[in-house]
């Protein structure tokens, strides 16, 4: 009956549109003891023109019997089928030609529960008492839905669904919709779902197993439960919590009420993603969803808030509204990023998550984006296999910041309107970023494509050159536009944008004082009212997706604004941010930067010393590269310098009732005062660290990775075994991490082999966390030699682990062992793997991802090359 292509199309191509289903009505049975499923489906088809055949997706799936009805009342039975395994099509034949009209396919298929994270698959967890258990879920996103059911598989083909699950007695089951009914038959338990609406393939979902929930409703009724495995539910009420307020916040946001009667929320302990948005049934990693008032940190609590939110308004943006193809993702993503912040910024001030953002999200994004092996945020998909490579930095964090730039642009409230007239007019329907475009110029009277289109259609984005002269009561500003690329290297392409320009004085502080669009590539602008003695700063806020290249005399003008904080807080992280870009791409030298840090000692901010400290580490990265250990000694002594005050007065103890930001502040301090080598932080770390395992004292969850690190570094084989034994006696995700990521952070290689073997070759680490093993090995220059010989030796390993280059964790792997090495010896090193027989299927499906690997690395030989010479002279001239 089954027959397999004896050869495929090397070209993709989208599938034919000669059907298209309107309702999947799909009963299951999942096995946890020989980990398979049965299913039987009907799909109630669409005829659009004469066929002789129906072609859609299916991959590891076994037909056991194909058939098809049609209105009239005839039936087809043991159709012929073909697979098509590369593209993971199906192609059915048909005895006769079908005409337009309405037909009903039945399959019959079985497949196996796998445990890749993808398709229908298990997870493992362990009771109280020690005994292994599966539980089964599903991750069909974004072309793993025909791993779980024969489908169309492309997210045009929006049908309805009813979904029956026949499970075991004990276990829950959970789908998209409410339970209509539940039955017994056969020694099972037969639970029927509500129809779902119209929706795509990748976010239908299911989850079978052992849970418990907290729940809660809105006020609109809609029913809210988080599901956690036994002996964890109380750790959902944060997330559930969360829940409650977003949905009713977005339900008046979005002025368009939450289309279903319920939402589950469950925590899965193997997840490959962080989260995934199925509609009314959304699926996290635990350490997503889950927050202990006691163990979580700051910035757990922060990230469990923002991830909870941002998979719900997907269930605005991507559920009810989907883009056409996989071009535009960034309309789910990178909306659903920006709702996230707004939302949480909005009701849960006290966690200052848009002082997190110009960190997390809008430097994260640049830092890519300048590569030239960047990509647009609109890029063209020609192989769905090419889609998971998307779900990065430009899909997200680029697209949240051009978002928060343009609402910043527009007024929250124009924003707000442009959003409500697209969701409106496209709700159970597909758009294109055209379509958004075109909803906020309705609503702002301007055009926005042309103002936008720059930004997602173009790679990398635009530096605002300025200098100035004074002209009475007025200041002129001179602004030149180009791109700019990480290495310093001239636009070639000579790319323009519209670039929305803040500015601020100091009368004028806190926001701008003057704005501009900047469309050509020079043009000068007069401010009026700017006496001669006052700063000005661009891009007020830190709100645009640019970096600013300041003249040298506007640059020292600003420095008295930042040692005296007048500047705020993002305007500060900003300075510094760009400052070190622009270090990085050659345009300025690395003791400009120096200097910068050296009048820090009275910042006390916690967002502006995450862009300096990470100014240090690539410093100190390079540096011990440089062949000169006295050189890195003598780093290590100015940083010391630099940071000490400040460890000093923060100490290791937290005040009652202090600041998340001061917290999180102390961490980041002594951890850097760790990495330098200073004896006082390294004791002060493991006495609170040997006090924890003998007495059972608790860590202040915000120390807590800094004094796992700061042991895994100096506490020898002692340390990693005490860290080992921490890590098996917890069950709780974050403690776990931390455990994993210090693990890796001895400068000895045979801690290096006894860690990897542990959490890799004997898989005492779940796939999913083995991400956070390769990043802690990397903080060392023996780890990242170690992790990189390591990452070839065992390749085919590393890929079997998680399903292949496609998934999500294999390139977390990659880049771990790539980018922090430094010299053209590394490039080529790498250049040549990736060209090997080993490594060649893992550069075809990564092939950006790879050559932006090279890319940094090239990028951090040159900064050693430049640098070296001139930070070893500096030091020298101020006493180090």
Request: some cysteine.
């Amino acid at each position: 009956m089954a027959a397999e292509s004896a050869s495929s199309s090397l070209k993709f191509s989208k599938l034919p549109e000669i059907a298209k289903p309107r309702h999947y009505d799909i009963t299951l049975w999942p096995d946890l003891v020989n980990f398979t499923f049965k299913g039987i489906e009907k799909i109630d088809l669409q005829i659009l023109k004469p066929t002789n055949y129906l072609m859609f997706h299916s991959n590891a799936i076994d037909f056991k019997e194909a058939s098809l009805k049609t209105a009239d009342g005839s039936e087809y039975t043991k159709l012929t089928v073909e697979f098509d395994a590369h593209w993971t099509t199906v192609t059915v034949h048909l005895p006769v030609e079908l005409q337009s009209g309405d037909v009903t396919l039945h399959i019959e298929y079985s497949a196996i529960l796998n445990d890749k994270m993808h398709g229908f698959y298990r997870s493992t967890y362990k009771t109280a008492e020690g005994e292994e258990r599966f539980l089964a879920c599903t991750q069909l996103a974004s072309t793993y839905a025909r791993m779980a059911f024969p489908c169309w598989d492309e997210p045009t083909y929006k049908a309805t669904y009813d979904i029956t699950l026949c499970v075991d007695e004990k276990l829950t089951a959970l789908s998209n919709m409410n339970v209509l009914s539940e039955t017994h038959e056969n020694g099972l338990k037969v639970v029927k779902f509500a129809t779902t609406p119209v929706m795509s393939t990748y976010i239908v979902a299911w989850v079978v197993g052992e849970f418990e929930y907290v729940e809660t409703k809105t006020k609109m009724g809609v029913e809210i439960r988080v599901h956690s495995l036994p002996g964890k539910k109380e750790q959902g009420q944060f997330a559930l919590d969360i829940s409650k307020r977003a949905v009713e916040w977005y339900d008046q946001w979005f002025d368009i009420a939450y289309p279903l009667p319920k939402c589950d929320l469950v925590a899965i302990p193997d997840f490959c993603f962080n989260a995934m948005e199925n509609w009314g049934l959304i699926t996290y990693r635990e350490i997503a969803l889950l927050v202990d008032t006691a163990t979580s940190s700051t910035k757990q609590k922060s990230r469990v808030a923002l991830t909870v939110s941002h998979e719900l308004a997907h269930m605005w943006f991507g559920n009810l509204v989907t883009m056409k193809w996989w071009t535009d993702l960034w309309l789910n993503e990178g909306f659903a990023s920006f709702m996230e912040y707004l939302f949480v910024g909005t009701v849960c001030p006290e966690l200052n998550t848009w002082l997190s953002f110009v960190n997390d999200e809008l430097a994260s994004a640049l830092n890519l984006d300048a590569l030239k092996n960047s990509h647009p945020i609109e890029v063209e998909i020609n192989n769905p296999n090419e889609v998971d490579e998307l779900y990065d930095r430009i899909t997200y964090q680029k697209g949240n910041s051009i978002n928060r730039m343009l609402c910043s642009y527009l007024s929250e409230e124009t924003f707000r309107t442009g959003l409500r007239i697209y969701l409106k007019k496209f709700q159970y329907g597909n758009a294109i970023t055209a379509d958004l475009w075109s909803a906020l110029g309705t609503a702002s009277g301007q055009d926005i494509n042309a103002l936008m289109s720059p930004w997602t259609k173009q790679m990398g984005f635009p530096v605002v050159s300025v200098s100035q002269r004074q002209d009475g009561t007025k200041r002129v500003l001179k602004l030149t536009q180009g791109r700019f690329i990480a290495d310093g290297s001239e636009d070639a392409d000579k790319l323009l944008w519209q670039v929305p320009v803040g500015i601020s004085t100091t009368t004028h502080p806190v926001d701008s004082k003057f704005k501009v669009l900047l469309k050509e590539r020079q043009t000068e602008i007069v401010l009026d009212g700017v006496a001669p003695d006052e700063w000005v700063k661009l891009n007020a806020g830190t709100t645009g997706y640019y970096r600013v290249e300041y003249s040298e005399e506007m640059f020292k003008s600003l420095l008295p604004a930042f040692k005296s904080k007048t500047l705020p807080i993002v305007d500060r992280f900003g300075l510094a941010n760009d400052l070190f870009a622009l270090v990085l791409a050659g345009r300025v030298p690395a003791v400009q930067f120096l200097s910068l840090l050296s009048v820090c000692s009275e910042e006390d901010a916690y967002t502006v010393w995450t862009s300096l400290d990470e100014g240090v580490g690539a410093l100190a990265n390079i540096l011990s590269r440089a062949g000169d250990d006295k050189l890195i000694q003598r780093f290590n002594a100015f940083v010391r310098n630099a940071y000490s005050p400040l460890a000093v007065k923060l100490g290791w103890e937290p005040a009652k009732n202090e600041d998340s930001q001061t917290s999180m502040l102390r961490a980041l301090i002594q951890a850097r005062m760790g990495k330098t080598g200073d004896g006082t932080t390294i004791d002060a770390a493991r006495r609170k660290f040997d006090d924890h395992v003998k007495n059972h004292t608790e860590l202040s969850p915000d120390l807590r990775l800094t004094i796992f690190s700061i042991v895994g570094h100096n506490g020898g084989m002692e340390g990693y075994e005490q860290l080992i034994k921490i890590y098996e006696a917890t069950t709780f995700g974050e403690v776990q991490r931390h455990c994993l990521f210090a693990l890796g952070q001895s400068s000895d290689d045979k801690i290096h082999r006894a860690a990897f073997e542990y959490g890799f070759e004997q898989s005492k680490v779940r796939a999913q966390d083995l991400p956070f093993l390769f990043a802690g090995a990397v903080a060392t220059r023996q780890g990242q030699d170690f992790v990189w010989t390591y990452f070839k030796d065992h390749i085919h390993a590393v890929l079997d682990k998680f399903g292949g280059a496609n998934s999500n964790l294999f390139p977390q792997v990659l880049k771990a062992s790539c980018s922090s090495r430094v010299t053209d010896d590394d490039a080529k090193d790498m250049e040549a793997f990736f060209q090997s027989e080993a490594a060649k299927d893992c550069a075809k499906t990564l092939g950006r991802t790879v050559r932006q690997m090279i890319e940094t690395v090239k990028m951090n030989s040159q900064l050693l090359k430049r640098s070296a010479d001139p930070i070893s002279q500096w030091l020298k001239t101020n006493g180090f």
